[in-house]
């Protein structure tokens, strides 16, 4: 049984430059939500995704952006980056759109230079 | 709001000696609280989790942890380290809008 996963596993980018990050859940999941790590910090939430609409949203900019697709697999999108959107983005599945149990992916680390 | 503080950093115990973890919380109401861990180059794991059945919870690897009203705490302890749990430990509090809140994490080194 996979857990959760997600691609690439390290991403380097320039400022202005826009990236996309993916994340297949684990199996039986049908709910992703997307975590921004910075360094020394604990994860912050960014947005879930649940039945292909994103059901809750945290404190970010609309340069971030998700899409949920009908395998239950998600993408997350960063335009414009900036320096400080450098971190570990992590990936959390789980049920029925809660937070109740959540498996999370082993993350990717973005660096924008 | 809900908010949780993890009152140390760091912490460094010997190999087969206890383990505390503090954790205070902040909420208008009777909360939903968390255990993390996060192991190097590893996803998050769920530890414990306490939902108002009982105050004293009981995770996996040996780790528990007690509920307090009267002092807003839910620390983690676990009565003998293992080297394997050298990790990062993050006290998270599920809002009313059942978004997960992180605390900023502990630390925990183990000396053989």
């Given at each position: 049984d996979a857990g959760v996963t997600q691609s690439p596993t390290h991403l380097i980018k320039t400022r202005g430059q826009q990236v996309t990050l993916r994340c297949s859940p684990k199996s039986g999941h049908d709910t992703v939500s997307w975590y921004q790590q910075a360094l020394g910090q604990g994860p912050q939430f960014i947005f879930q995704y649940y039945e292909e609409e994103e059901r809750q949203r945290g404190n970010?900019?609309?340069?971030f952006s998700g899409h949920q697709f009908p395998n239950y697999s998600s993408e997350l999108n960063v335009n414009?980056?900036?320096?400080?959107?450098s971190a570990l983005y992590l990936c959390a599945s789980s049920w029925g759109?809660?937070?109740?149990k959540l498996f999370f992916g082993s993350g990717t680390q973005l660096s924008v230079l | 709001a809900q908010s949780v503080t993890q009152l140390d950093s760091h912490v460094s115990v010997s190999e087969g000696t206890p383990v505390l973890l503090r954790c205070n919380y902040s909420s208008s109401y009777s909360p939903s609280l968390f255990w993390y861990v996060q192991h190097p180059n590893k996803g998050l794991q769920l530890l414990l989790k306490y939902t108002?059945?009982?105050t004293l919870v009981k995770g996996i690897n040996g780790f528990e942890a007690e509920f307090k009203k009267s002092e807003t705490s839910f620390h983690l302890t676990k009565p003998s380290a293992h080297m394997s749990d050298a990790a990062e430990y993050f006290c998270v509090v599920r809002s009313g809008t059942d978004k997960l809140i992180f605390g900023t994490g502990t630390r925990l080194q183990v000396f053989p």
């Open positions: 970010f900019p609309d340069r414009a980056l900036l320096l400080g959107d759109g809660t937070n109740e | 108002s059945a009982a």
